[in-house]
């Protein structure tokens, strides 16, 4: 079944240590995607992807890093200069297309104490 | 500024009843209105786009309407069931991979 896999489901961390949350898409799609959820609040952009080796800061860039070195993949790393980290994150893909639906992962939750 | 607004916040309606939830957005330009359905816990999924041209679409029990004169959208749920307690989330495109511009969703519950 062609899908995206975010791993790990739960992670937690104690303040000061960098985190890197995985993404992996088998949908054959161009452009990938990171978004943060908080309670309240509607999905906010940190970084998209619409080629290998190429990215964008999103709305909330700030203390987040991003690669694409292949095609399946997009991780992002939450780095210790994110001021609050803990939240609820999604990745998604779509075709490049600008009326192609996204099709998000389950979502990584990051516990940072 | 690119605003999403979705009412009500939450609803509660009992299972078999249909009910209708309200996206108004000030998103221009404007290039497609989308809804999602999100379980708790999982990521969206994607019920419908509509375009400029597109005033009504439906997916199964769901059916979308847009208004593009009114800046208005609504999501219609016919014979509710269980399995469609989730939260309902409007997303308006302005065009971009950076231009979307989501609401804060409504939390729908089915009551048995």
């Known amino acids: 079944d062609g899908g995206i896999t975010q791993s790990p489901k739960y992670l937690f961390r104690k ?7 995985s993404c992996e898409q088998n949908l054959n799609h161009d452009a990938m995607y990171w978004y943060r959820q908080d309670p309240g609040q509607g999905l906010r952009l940190i970084y998209y992807s619409q080629i290998v080796n ?6 909330i860039a700030e203390g987040y890093s991003v690669s694409r070195e292949k095609k399946e993949s997009f991780p992002l790393t939450v780095t210790s200069a994110q001021k609050n980290p803990t939240a609820f994150y999604l990745c998604a893909s779509s075709l490049r ?3 192609s639906p996204l099709h998000f992962g389950n979502g990584t939750r990051l516990t940072v104490t | ?3 999403v607004e979705q009412s009500p916040q939450s609803l ?3 299972e078999g009843k249909n009910c209708t939830l309200q996206c108004n957005y000030t998103v221009s330009p404007f290039s497609n209105l989308r809804w999602y359905k999100q379980d708790t816990g999982r990521g969206p999924v994607s019920l419908t786009i509509m375009t400029f041209s597109e005033n009504t679409k439906s997916n199964g029990r769901y059916t979308a309407t847009l208004d593009a004169d009114t800046k208005q959208s609504s999501l219609h749920i016919t014979a509710s069931q269980l399995s469609d307690s989730a ?6 495109s302005g ?4 231009g979307l511009t989501f609401g804060k969703g409504t939390h729908l519950i089915i009551q048995p």
């Open chain 2, 87 to 92: 939260s309902y989330i409007c997303v308006v």
């Open chain 1, 15 to 21: 303040e000061g240590q960098n985190v890197t949350l």
């Open chain 1, 54 to 59: 190429d990215f964008q800061k999103g709305d």
């Open chain 2, 95 to 98: 065009g971009g991979a950076d």
């Open chain 2, 12 to 14: 509660i309606i009992l």
């Open chain 2, 1 to 3: 500024k690119n605003q």
């Open chain 1, 97 to 99: 297309d600008v009326n």
